[in-house]
């Protein structure tokens, strides 16, 4: 009862609420695509890089391991690219539904000469092309609250990966201290969906977000939802505050 509770949730949609979330969120992203990272850094003010970079140094792997890295939900790219570099001898599958999104993390793999180690893959996370006990780690960027079926996304991580193997999900949170809590609800219900309409394509895309983070079962919840999936030693933590965390589970 609990975990569909939590699954409902998540039924906030882009654009209306008919029809898929799926369908709505792949429009959305191809719509945004050409501006997405440099929105990125613009309305993060630049720390999205070090949030990637604190869901990197969690995974209790050797940098010199030769690990099978899955990054779901990648967009263009970036939490990929920057755990081929953290992890030197590791190869990275990117997928993503967004096929836009796809060819931009082509065009920054080849930028970074990477691409004998990362490979951008159409795929939908609810229903992975990979057989069960490939991965060693299954990492993810802000990706898992525009998941259609949380709990299906979530389970098909489990399958995928290797016993022992390592989950590690950054994804939006809502600060629970005075003053940062109201300040968040301010910046990303005002602020941040006025500067995107003004700099993307897409008028709903950051007020979606806005109504995603505020839906998505954050904190103990979200660990919750990862051990009922199957996944042990479940925890997270909070980032800047409490504006993101990092969410950590194995198989």
Request: glycine share 6%.
């Amino acid at each position: 009862m609990y975990l569909c509770l939590e699954i409902r949730t998540l039924l906030v949609n882009p654009y209306t609420s008919e029809g898929s979330k799926k369908q709505q969120v792949i429009r959305m992203f191809d719509n945004i695509s050409g501006t997405y990272d440099f929105l990125n850094s613009l309305l993060s003010l630049g720390i999205d890089r070090y949030w990637r970079k604190k869901t990197l140094a969690s995974i209790s792997f050797n940098p010199q391991d030769e690990l099978k890295i899955l990054d779901i939900a990648s967009g263009t790219g970036a939490l990929a690219i920057q755990a081929a570099k953290a992890f030197n001898h590791a190869n990275v599958i990117a997928t993503d539904v967004s096929e836009k999104m796809l060819e931009i993390g082509r065009q920054k793999v080849l930028k970074h000469q990477l691409q004998d180690r990362i490979l951008c893959q159409f795929a939908d996370a609810e229903q992975l092309p990979f057989p069960e006990n490939k991965f060693d780690v299954i990492s993810a960027a802000f990706g898992v609250r525009n998941f259609e079926n949380l709990n299906k996304g979530i389970t098909e991580m489990h399958r995928v990966i290797k016993p022992g193997g390592q989950i590690v999900i950054l994804e939006f949170s809502r600060p629970r201290v005075f003053p940062i809590k109201q300040l968040f609800q301010i910046y990303f219900k005002f602020i941040l969906p006025l500067i995107g309409r003004l700099l993307s394509k897409d008028e709903r895309a950051y007020n979606y977000l806005f109504e995603s983070v505020q839906q998505f079962p954050d904190f103990e919840r979200f660990t919750a939802i990862l051990e009922a999936s199957g996944f042990k030693n479940c925890s997270y933590k909070p980032l800047t505050f409490g504006i993101c965390s990092i969410y950590i589970g194995y198989k």
